[in-house]
């Protein structure tokens, strides 16, 4: 059974999150460390757009700054996610481990059996979404609108939503696991023509994605979802996971990511 390395980030800003990502796939790169999982929460809790998407005229700004929330660009792409009372994941993993296909819809299955033994570690019958054609959601830029190839529904609505890149032989794959959803908050976050089309589409939401805590009989918290999903990667991937935390001159590399990346406008608002 392979040894993967497991990260346990705990609850840090936007900016890190994403800058630890961006220094696990470098030092996966280099041959420093082994294929890894992690797990980490938002601090304060962010939203975060996908690596083309659009700021201007989509992202409410106010909205972000009234909730005290942050706004960051991701690697990958797809539309945005708010992130709060959520479990995140991410893996990295070289292109050309022997269990990694070369399509990226194909690496989403293989990766995505990680979640699915996570629900069903917390007695949650998820399954992968086939989508057969587009919902009707030209235009949005709300991420859990609608799932994509081997997400994981349950209820056929969407409980979690990832998101893939491929950099200088790497696979970043990381995505969102909500436990709650605030859905007045988080269209706050999003620009619409009027309060009416605002309201109707936060309504409609509610038929289109799913949180823990509305399917689970007794709720559970970031420590409970933690270990299911722990738990759930082992067995899905066929791995073994062992606890890694970085030096401290590999937080100093993390903390100038992020300054010189994520902390910065020019990324952010760069479209």
Request: glycine share 8%; with cysteine.
């Amino acid at each position: 059974m392979e040894t993967w390395y497991f990260v346990d980030s705990g609850h840090c800003t936007p900016a890190m999150n994403m800058a630890l990502d961006e220094a696990l796939m470098n030092w996966h790169r280099n041959g420093d460390i082994p294929p890894v999982l992690r797990f980490y929460g938002w601090e304060p809790a962010g939203l975060s757009v996908g690596y083309f998407q659009k700021v201007k005229g989509k992202i409410d700004l106010e909205g972000i700054q009234k909730h005290g929330y942050e706004l960051v660009r991701r690697q990958t792409g797809g539309r945005a996610v708010l992130h709060d009372n959520e479990l995140t994941y991410s893996v990295i993993v070289s292109e050309n481990h022997p269990d990694m296909p070369d399509s990226v819809k194909e690496a989403y299955l293989v990766l995505s059996k990680g979640l699915l033994e996570g629900f069903t570690n917390l007695d949650i019958q998820a399954e992968f979404a086939v989508p057969e054609g587009k919902l009707d959601v030209a235009g949005s830029a709300v991420c859990f609108e609608e799932p994509s190839w081997y997400e994981l529904i349950v209820e056929g609505k969407k409980a979690a939503g990832s998101a893939q890149t491929r950099k200088k032989g790497i696979i970043l794959q990381h995505g969102s696991i909500p436990i709650d959803v605030d859905d007045v908050k988080l269209f706050d976050m999003f620009i619409y023509k009027n309060e009416r089309i605002k309201e109707r589409a936060r309504k409609a939401f509610g038929d289109k994605a799913i949180a823990i805590n509305q399917i689970v009989d007794q709720p559970v918290t970031f420590e409970d979802t933690k270990k299911a999903f722990k738990d759930g990667f082992e067995k899905g991937l066929g791995i073994k996971l062992e606890p890694f935390i970085p030096t401290e001159t590999q937080w100093d590399e993390v903390r100038k990511i992020a300054e010189e990346r994520y902390e910065n406008d020019e990324w952010n608002y760069s479209r």
